[in-house]
């Protein structure tokens, strides 16, 4: 079956730095993307990571290891705003390409 | 305004009626999506659209119908809502189904008494 799993709270002190981990087991598996989404809001495209390796984006990176099933999101000098869910997906193929989502990860940031 | 809109926005309805969630595009995008979330389970696919007229079924389809009789809308209907049916409901879209990103409507809240 597919499967992608994240931790479902995590807390963290604002300038901190955090990793928020995501394992996955699917098959036709292409690439790995975090969303962000804030409560009551849509999600909104974080990253896509489709190679091995670390790929950095202002405050936020995000590494993909395909020979481990695993991905983190890590970001670097937490701000209150970063308080949100972030959801890992799995972008896989087989009939059509769709993604599979994580349960989120609910990280509250505080002063 | 260019995007992606849902409407309405939120929604109470009765067990055994029927509703219809609208999700709007003017991206000329050719894939859209409709997703549930629910707590602990994340967004789950009910049903896709690769182009006007080409739907088919996600993870979750079972007492929904959609349509998309132009590329910009992509209606979803619960033909006889259950309470089972409660949830946030998004619209995605994306310009191919494939590596390319979603973008998500900011959602339908549907509560079912």
């Known amino acids: 079956g597919q499967n992608i799993d994240q931790p479902t709270e995590m807390t963290a002190t604002e300038g901190a730095i955090v990793q928020i981990n995501c394992t996955y087991q699917?098959?036709?598996?292409?690439?790995l993307f975090w969303y962000q989404q804030h409560a009551g809001e849509a999600p909104t495209f974080l990253s896509y990571?489709?190679?091995?390796g670390l790929e950095e984006k202002g405050r936020f990176s995000s590494f993909l290891s395909r020979s481990k099933g695993y991905s983190y999101l890590l970001l670097k000098e937490l701000q209150m705003k970063d308080s949100a869910s972030y959801l890992c997906?799995?972008?896989?193929?087989?009939?059509?390409?769709?993604?599979?989502f994580g349960a989120g990860t609910r990280l509250a940031v505080h002063p | 305004d260019a995007g992606i809109t849902q409407s309405p926005r939120y929604k109470i309805t009765e067990t055994g009626r029927q509703v219809t969630l609208m999700c709007h595009q003017t991206?000329?995008?050719?894939?859209m999506f409709w997703y549930r979330q629910d707590l602990g389970h994340g967004l789950r696919l009910i049903y896709y659209s690769a182009a006007a007229d080409i739907t088919d079924k996600g993870e979750v389809p079972d007492g929904y119908v959609v349509s998309r009789s132009k590329t910009e809308n992509f209606p979803l209907t619960l033909e006889s809502a259950t309470r089972s049916q409660t949830s946030v409901y998004f619209c995605a879209s994306s310009e191919m189904g494939s590596v390319e990103t979603q973008y998500f409507g900011p959602g339908t809240r549907l509560l079912v008494l």
């Open positions: 990571n489709v190679l091995d």
């Open positions: 991206w000329s995008h050719s894939y």
């Open positions: 699917t098959s036709g598996f292409n690439g």
């Open positions: 997906a799995a972008f896989v193929s087989g009939g059509y390409n769709k993604l599979i």
